[in-house]
């Protein structure tokens, strides 16, 4: 209600505490590998309801689905031999699997958008894990932040974006990936990657070869795709050489002009630990707008460039994000 939301430092107690918040339908934020994640019931339409209520989300976007092991992934989605290797594989971690739903699924239909497919994910975080398992429930969880604001990767910034509408925070200290899982589409005969994040392309087509091209703007099967899902407050440029008159200036790489500086060292996988913490303190610092540097399209810099550019995009303002599809 209207309280402050509970943050509590994750330990035995804390996470039984959560796991009992769960089950009797109330929503927990914790920490996974990723990013901070708002966890329900996945079973339950109310809890479900609830999530998408707090995140104040523009549509029924269908959320990821998490699970403490492989067998529980089967009880809710449909694994053939691909699927199962493809788990085994990168399992725990920060990739999600889009599957066909079981006819028996005790997933809420609300939970999947009423999609006859489901994105389950099971997350490498120690807290997420004991949570999940004493939960012993499939839980949804969309990353803990208002529709349309960067993803947290801190507690604190679940408190400031989601504030008095969760019960209780888990407190696990800054997400190690910091970008949202990859999402990859196995429920087709071609394997599609929906989503780039925080398993890379080059690895899973190595498990997989080639995977069917992820492209902006055409037939965008993720909704959450939506151009400007991960937007900062300011307005934001990309491939800035340097800092225009008001504008904040992202560094990457050597910039002594920079403000903020994804990675002074050129390293994609720290620019992305940094990427929302940085977007999320640009917005704080007076400025009229935020330059960010061109970041290399490798690794995963190519999920860095997808949520920028996404973030760049053009958008209603003030209003609720633009409607999906
Ligand atoms: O790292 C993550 O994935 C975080 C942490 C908390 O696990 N979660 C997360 O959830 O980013 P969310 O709801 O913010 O993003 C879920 C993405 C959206 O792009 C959504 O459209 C896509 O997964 N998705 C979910 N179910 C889908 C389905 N059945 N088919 C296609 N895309 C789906
Ligand atoms: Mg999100």
Redesign the pocket.
């Known amino acids: 209600m209207n309280a402050q939301p509970i943050i509590k430092a994750a330990d035995a107690d804390t996470i039984a505490q959560a796991a009992g918040v769960l089950r009797h339908g109330g929503l927990v934020a914790f920490p996974?590998e990723?990013?901070?994640?708002l966890g329900g019931d996945a079973t339950s339409d109310a809890a479900v309801a609830a999530i998408f209520a707090a995140k104040q989300r523009p549509s029924f976007?269908?959320?990821?689905i998490?699970v403490a092991d492989i067998a529980a992934a089967e009880r809710v989605a449909s694994f053939d031999a691909r699927a199962r290797r493809v788990a085994d594989r990168f399992w725990p971690g920060?990739l999600?699997l889009?599957l066909p739903r079981r006819a028996d699924s005790p997933v809420s239909l609300l939970a999947?958008?009423g999609?006859d497919?489901?994105?389950v994910?099971m997350?490498d975080h120690p807290v997420a894990s004991a949570l999940l398992r004493q939960a012993g429930l499939p839980i949804a969880?969309?990353?803990?932040n208002r529709s349309g604001a960067v993803?947290p990767t801190t507690a604190q910034h679940v408190a400031q974006s989601l504030g008095h509408r969760i019960e209780m925070i888990l407190d696990g200290g800054a997400c190690r990936v910091g970008i949202?899982?990859t999402?990859l589409?196995l429920s087709d005969t071609r394997p599609a990657l929906?989503?780039p994040?925080?398993v890379t392309r080059e690895d899973l087509e190595a498990e997989l070869g080639p995977l069917a091209a992820f492209s902006h703007g055409e037939g965008l099967?993720?909704?959450?795709?939506m151009e400007s899902h991960y937007a900062p407050l300011l307005p934001l440029r990309l491939d800035a050489a340097a800092a225009r008159p008001g504008e904040l200036l992202i560094g990457f790489g050597t910039a002594p002009d920079a403000v903020l500086n994804l990675s002074a060292s050129g390293d994609v996988t720290e620019a992305a630990a940094n990427l929302f913490a940085m977007l999320r303190s640009a917005d704080r610092q007076g400025f009229e707008g935020i330059a960010v540097m061109p970041i290399p399209e490798a690794g995963l810099g190519v999920a860095i460039n997808d949520r920028l550019r996404r973030a760049a995009a053009p958008r209603p303002l003030p209003g609720p994000a633009p409607h999906a599809k």
């Open positions: 996974t990723t990013v901070y994640g976007n269908p959320l990821i998490h920060a999600t889009v999947g958008a999609l497919t489901l994105a994910r997350p969880a969309p990353s803990a993803s949202e899982s999402v589409d929906l989503r994040g925080g099967k993720s909704p959450g795709q």
